[in-house]
């Protein structure tokens, strides 16, 4: 969840489509982030950003390793097609 809101202010995705930036509440929903109450919270916005930098980092090594995981079962499942099953299903020949 703390991902999902971190992303929508890092990048404003999720806004309302009505809002722009000469609009008032353009700029009450990226002083949100201003008004939290920090104490409260029990952690710094400081501490919040560094996490959420790191966040990122292992979230992108992730997709990384689940992208080549998908590639390698996907060339193994491809590899027992025979050739003319790969033609027929519109596939090269052979894998590069």
Known sequence: MLC?????????????????????RYYDIFNLYDRV???????????LD????EHKERDNARKE????ELMNKR???????TFDERIL???PGKLV
């Open 4 to 24: 999902a809101v971190m992303t929508v202010f890092e990048n404003g995705t999720g806004w309302p489509s009505d809002v722009s930036e000469n609009d008032v």
């Open 37 to 47: 109450n920090w104490k409260e919270a029990g952690i710094t916005s400081r501490e």
């Open 50 to 53: 560094k996490w959420w930098a």
């Open 65 to 68: 390793r689940e992208a080549v």
């Open 75 to 81: 060339n193994k499942a491809l590899n027992k097609l």
């Open 89 to 91: 299903l519109g596939l």
